[in-house]
């Protein structure tokens, strides 16, 4: 899947999707996010998709302020473009090193493949039930728990909201 964003601000379905797109360095795709939102992003993504109560509790009953699971896959990929090369290309920056990279690829890979059999619009419901999502889960659970101590965060808090998301990643 290529995630792309026009040049506008925030989509209203996907409210964690925000900014344009600059120019490419070396075919790699550049984002005019700061190397530190990209990781507060990446974080807030596989903390939720870590978290089967949190899933239940708000994505499967459609509880506000969390978006729903398309949403945190955009978080996901789209600031790092995930969905089209390693997290290895991020070491040194969004990523520590290739430890964690390597389980981030672990979980985006999980996701996508979810994502691409069920549709972006599919209900919660229907990722939950899906045969490999405990497996995408577990792998999410292994990068956001590496991410979180290395950032010498608990990784066992609650997921933050997108406005908690959004406070922290303002600049200026």
Request: hydrophobic content about 50%.
């Given at each position: 899947m290529a995630v792309t964003t026009d040049s506008s601000n925030s989509s209203a379905r996907n409210p964690s999707r925000s900014g344009r797109r600059s120019s490419t360095m070396g075919g790699m795709p550049l984002n005019d996010?700061?190397?530190w939102r990209w990781r507060a992003r990446l974080r807030s993504a596989l903390h939720m998709l870590a978290d089967p109560a949190f899933q239940h509790e708000y994505w499967a009953t459609g509880r506000e302020g969390?978006?729903?699971?398309?949403?945190?896959?955009?978080r996901l990929v789209e600031d790092s473009w995930l969905d089209r090369w390693s997290a290895e290309k991020y070491i040194g920056t969004v990523v520590r090193d290739?430890?964690?990279?390597?389980?981030?690829?672990?979980?985006v890979l999980r996701v996508l493949r979810i994502l691409h059999e069920v549709g972006a619009d599919a209900p919660a419901a229907v990722y939950l039930a899906h045969p490999d999502w405990p497996?995408?889960?577990?792998?999410a659970r292994a990068a956001h728990e590496l991410l979180a101590r290395?950032?010498?965060?608990?990784?066992?808090?609650?997921?933050r909201s997108l406005e908690v998301l959004r406070i922290l990643t303002r600049i200026g």
């Open positions: 996010l700061p190397w969390y978006g729903d699971v398309t949403d945190a896959v955009y290739a430890a964690e990279a390597a389980l981030v690829d672990a979980a497996e995408a889960v577990a792998a290395n950032d010498g965060e608990d990784p066992d808090t609650a997921p």
